[in-house]
């Protein structure tokens, strides 16, 4: 690619996918964890969450997250996204959940400077 990291990034925000990660491997490294897609069983929540929270060099700026039966004692994970202050957009697909421990857990989510949109 002849264009900075940077403004691939730009264009991979602005399509909202990881397509351009698969294109070759310079933008797969520069992209590969910008817009990530995870579905998993509650008990798994707390490490993609740990993941998400852990990897440093290219934190996320989109998230979306599908979950089955999440409860309440996996849904606290959930607050910690709190501290990506790259995330940008979040949207929650949570099928059979407990959802008042979900918006409690969420609640740490409102004073996140860089989120913008909040999909439930």
Same mark, same amino acid.
């Given at each position: 690619?002849?264009?900075?990291?940077? =403004?691939?990034? *730009?264009? !991979?925000?602005? *399509?909202? +996918?990881?397509?351009?990660?698969?294109?070759?491997?310079?933008?797969? %490294? =520069?992209? %590969?964890? &910008? %817009? +990530? &897609?995870?579905?998993?069983? @509650?008990?798994?929540?707390?490490?993609?969450?740990?993941? $998400?929270?852990?990897?440093? &060099? #290219?934190?996320?700026?989109?998230?979306?997250? &599908?979950? =089955?039966? $999440?409860?309440?004692?996996?849904?606290?994970?959930? %607050?910690? *996204?709190?501290?990506?202050?790259?995330? =940008? #957009?979040?949207?929650?697909?949570?099928?059979? !959940?407990?959802? /008042?421990?979900?918006?409690?857990?969420?609640?740490?989510?409102? /004073? +996140? @400077?860089?989120?913008? !949109?909040? +999909? $439930?």
């Amino acid at each position: 690619p002849d264009l900075p990291d940077d =403004v691939w990034a *730009l264009v !991979s925000d602005f *399509l909202q +996918t990881a397509a351009l990660s698969r294109v070759c491997s310079p933008l797969w %490294h =520069v992209l %590969h964890l &910008r %817009h +990530t &897609r995870y579905r998993v069983a @509650a008990c798994d929540v707390d490490p993609v969450v740990n993941g $998400l929270c852990g990897y440093d &060099r #290219q934190p996320p700026y989109s998230c979306v997250l &599908r979950c =089955v039966g $999440l409860g309440k004692v996996h849904a606290s994970a959930l %607050h910690r *996204l709190a501290g990506l202050q790259s995330l =940008v #957009q979040l949207s929650l697909h949570l099928l059979r !959940s407990e959802m /008042g421990s979900v918006l409690e857990a969420l609640g740490a989510l409102k /004073g +996140t @400077a860089g989120l913008r !949109s909040l +999909t $439930l």
